[in-house]
């Protein structure tokens, strides 16, 4: 496993912005070692950063009335996704 990997969830609330979403992607991956965005709003990352410096970039692209929450995936951990994501995650952690 290289670096950590984070879950990072964002509710961007002003008029569903599609700039906006576009910026948050190429933030992600411009900046990630890998990613996966396993539901609309939300991106599995793979980084050597925390998730303070993850946090800091999306505060530049977004508005003062979104929503963000990035944390650490780290086992157990539980869902319904596809079986390439479970693969992809199983690899990193």
Request: aromatic letters at 12%; charged letters at 30%.
């Amino acid at each position: 496993m290289v670096g950590l990997l984070l879950l990072i969830s964002y509710d961007l609330n002003r008029h569903e912005r599609p700039r906006a979403y576009d910026e948050i992607r190429q933030l992600i991956e411009s900046n990630a070692i890998d990613s996966r965005r396993p539901l609309y709003s939300q991106w599995f990352v793979q980084t050597n950063e925390l998730p303070d410096a993850w946090s800091d970039r999306i505060s530049e692209v977004a508005d003062e009335d979104d929503n963000w929450f990035v944390v650490q995936v780290q086992r157990p951990y539980q869902g319904w996704l596809d079986h390439d994501l479970w693969t992809w995650l199983a690899e990193r952690l």
